[in-house]
Each structure stands twice: as structure tokens, then as C-alpha cells.
């Protein structure tokens, strides 16, 4: 088992650092780390059967770690024979929990609409087409395709092997948020300092108000399987909750009840006979998730798209779909307010 990646995975707007290669210490074990780990899985391996995986499984248990905390980059060529066999292994592994990835996209064997029909959690070009990109408009092509696809089945992406500027900045072109390389390596005091792009004062960017993660707020959450009672109990905790939020194993989130619609309901004749021990997601709404890069103004138009919900919390959500916090519409209102006054 090894990483295709020798420094850890950055988003490129931020410029924090959202997962690690996967290390092994003195002894052999994998190494702990507080973010996901991104391991490379050789096609190979995968399509030789279950029994091949099982030091996988052995090493994250020994380090404490869950699949869903591991991205898996698959790499390697696969034939038109070996596809039944890929897509049983993907349906074993995603049902473990793992985060599935394909390294070394355009310019590897594995045909495009392999990568589209498993639906990855992430797409990771081929270092050459990065390399090749800022001098040749071909790679560059490739990338942007590359791109394309990866929005099209909802899978990140990611640009290894960043080595200078211009790479950097090409990936930022094509709208690539995730990057890895010797420019983003750790300093000699361990943090990773990434070149990030001069700010935008321009008169529409500042129109357009500061990010939704500036006004950030924690949100209450709950397992998406919880019932109707464990909400009541988190809205009964604090009385200045407005919504709590139910998110998946995966903290991405899967449902939002607002405070005073799910009291309602439970306070109304027979509410909570009815739905005190059912299921609080037969009560929720489908959470209305921003990304934590949303200009405020742009949040407010979002939150205003559904008349019945306009004051309803937005779900901040990074790069990897997790919910982050929350932000009320009456502090965008504020905010906006504010700015333009």
C-alpha cells in the first residue's frame, strides 16, 4: 500500500489542507492523522479479488481509522473483460464506506466512461497532463475535459504534482479546487503556505459581500437515522437553536428541520404519538447547502429561491460535501444591509 502523493491534498481557494498521502511508521502501521488519508490502490490489486484487500482493511483498523476516513485512487489500466469484476469491487468498497478516486485520469487506460458509470468521489489528473498544460494547448484540452466530466457525475478534482506558478494557476483556470506538489509542500515549521490569488476589489466583488464561511455559526447535527424524540431533545437543550441538521456517517447532510415548523408538528394533537419514535427525517426538509466560498449576496439570492423556506439556515458545506456550520439569513440580511449602507 502506498500514496500517490507525497504532501497533503489543499484547496486551492482556501488554502487549507483537507486530507493527507498515507504514511506508515517504523513498525509498519499506518500512520494516524486527524484529516481523511489518501491511499493508492493499484487496479490489479482490486480485480484480484476480496481476499487481496483484506491488508487494507487490517492496517486502517490497526491505526483506528474508518474507510470513510481513507480516499481510495484507484490506478491502473482495466480491460473491457475486467469490468463486471471493477464494478462489484467498487459496489464492495463504497458499501464498506470507503471514498473512491481514480489516479492518473487522461492519460492512463481507463476508458472515460469507466470513471463516469462508478460515479468517484474524486478524479486526480495525470501528473504529465499538469506538467504539460501551461505550454500546450492539447494537455490543456485534456484537463478541461478531464474537468467537464468530473462536474458531470458530481466527483472532485484534483491536480498532483503541482511543481511551479503557472501550473497553479492553470488548475485555478479550468476551476480546479484541490491540488497537490512540491509547490505546496510544508515549510521547514510544517505549514503549507499556498499562493493564493490576489483578492478581487473590483466593484462587483465587493458587492457581492464577504464568504458565508466569515459568518459562520456551528450547527447542531444529528445521525440521519435518529428519531423524532433525540430532535426534540437538541432543540429542548438550547432555546436559541434554530435547526438542527441530519447528516450521513460521512457528515455530509441529508436532511434540516427547522425549529419552529418540527415543534409544530410534534406539539400539534397526537404529534408526538405520531412521530416521537419515528424517524426526525420524515419531518425534515432537504437541507439548502451553499459552499463555504458563497459571496453573501449570492447566499441570500439561494435562500430566496423557496418562498416557504426564505429564513430557513443555510447548511455551509466544504470541499468535500461535509457540513461545516450554519449561517442564518437574518445575518446575511445584516451583513448586506451593512455593507451597502
Not at 466512461?113 to 494537455?139: E, F, G, K, S
Request: aromatic letters at 2%; charged letters at 20%.
Amino acid at each position: 500500500m502506498s500514496s500517490l502523493l507525497t504532501g497533503p491534498v489543499v484547496d486551492l481557494d482556501t488554502g487549507s489542507v483537507i486530507a493527507y498521502p498515507a504514511l506508515l511508521d517504523a513498525s509498519g502501521r499506518l500512520r494516524a492523522a486527524p484529516l481523511p488519508i489518501v491511499l493508492e490502490l493499484p487496479m490489479r490489486v482490486l480485480l484480484s479479488g476480496a481476499g487481496a484487500l483484506v491488508p487494507l482493511h487490517e492496517a486502517l483498523r490497526r491505526a483506528g481509522r474508518h474507510p470513510r476516513e481513507a480516499i481510495l485512487l484507484l490506478s491502473g489500466p482495466c480491460s473491457a473483460g475486467d469490468r463486471p469484476v471493477l464494478k462489484v469491487a467498487l459496489d464492495g468498497l463504497r458499501n464498506l464506506g470507503y471514498l473512491l478516486g481514480f489516479g492518473g485520469a487522461g492519460a492512463e487506460s481507463v476508458p472515460l466512461d469507466v470513471i463516469a458509470d462508478a460515479a468517484p468521489y474524486l478524479v486526480a489528473m495525470a501528473p504529465d497532463v499538469i506538467a504539460r498544460a501551461p505550454r500546450d494547448h492539447r494537455a490543456a484540452a485534456v484537463a478541461r475535459g478531464l474537468v467537464a466530466l468530473a462536474r458531470g457525475v458530481g466527483a472532485h478534482v484534483l491536480a498532483p504534482g503541482v511543481e511551479e506558478p503557472a501550473q497553479l494557476e492553470a488548475a485555478r483556470g479550468w476551476g480546479v479546487r484541490l491540488a497537490h506538489g512540491p509547490l505546496l509542500a510544508p515549510g521547514p515549521d510544517g505549514r503549507v503556505r499556498v499562493p493564493l490569488p490576489p483578492a478581487d476589489d473590483s466593484p462587483e466583488a465587493v458587492r457581492l459581500g464577504p464568504r458565508v464561511q466569515e459568518l459562520l455559526l456551528p450547527a447542531v447535527t444529528l445521525p440521519v437515522a435518529a428519531n423524532a424524540e433525540d430532535a426534540v431533545a437538541a432543540f429542548g437543550h438550547e432555546p436559541t437553536i434554530t435547526s438542527v441538521i441530519l447528516v450521513d456517517e460521512y457528515q455530509r447532510p441529508k436532511g434540516s428541520l427547522d425549529r419552529s415548523r418540527f415543534l409544530l408538528s410534534i406539539a400539534s394533537r397526537y404529534g408526538h404519538a405520531l412521530h416521537g419514535s419515528k424517524p426526525a427525517q420524515r419531518l425534515a426538509d432537504p437541507p439548502r447547502t451553499v459552499p463555504k466560498t458563497t459571496p453573501a449576496v449570492a447566499a441570500m439570492q439561494a435562500a430566496g429561491r423557496d418562498a416557504l423556506r426564505v429564513y430557513d439556515d443555510l447548511v455551509v458545506t466544504d470541499e468535500l460535501s461535509r457540513c461545516l456550520g450554519i449561517v442564518r439569513v437574518s445575518d446575511l440580511i445584516r451583513e448586506v444591509a451593512a455593507m451597502r449602507g
